[in-house]
Nanobody
């Protein structure tokens, strides 16, 4: 059974940093890839970052490029999203997501089949 458990969210002032974690079980992100998404209140869920298994390349939404960094620790079966220079518009519930089979994943929800429960990030101005 695939399980994705996010943690690390919280309340931070604008300009601050947070590191989100996603603990993975029943799944190999090195073989399948994995992604981060977020959903702000009243808005559609949007892709933030992902890592493709084919070459471990990482991708970012334009809105977070240069501020967010994806990383992973295979020994801990955990992926991370380091978020720096946070802005109020980064406020959202953040989710990690995984595909059910190896595929060329991107920042579209349709590429993913499994989702974590999410962790709230709130950035105050």
């Amino acid at each position: 059974e695939v399980q994705l458990v996010e943690s690390g969210g919280g309340l931070v002032q604008a300009g601050g940093s947070l590191r989100l974690s996603c603990a993975v079980s029943g799944f190999s992100f090195d073989d399948y890839g994995i992604g981060w998404f977020r959903q702000a209140a009243g808005k559609e869920r949007e892709g933030v970052s992902c890592m493709r298994a084919s070459d471990f390349s990482t991708y970012y939404a334009e809105s977070v490029k240069g501020r967010f960094t994806f990383s992973s620790d295979g020994a801990k079966n955990t992926v991370y999203l380091q978020m720096n220079s946070l802005k109020p518009e980064d406020t959202a519930v953040y989710y990690c997501a995984a595909p059910a089979m190896p595929r060329r994943i991107g920042l579209e929800q349709r590429d993913y089949d499994y989702w974590g429960q999410g962790t709230q990030v709130t950035v105050s101005s």
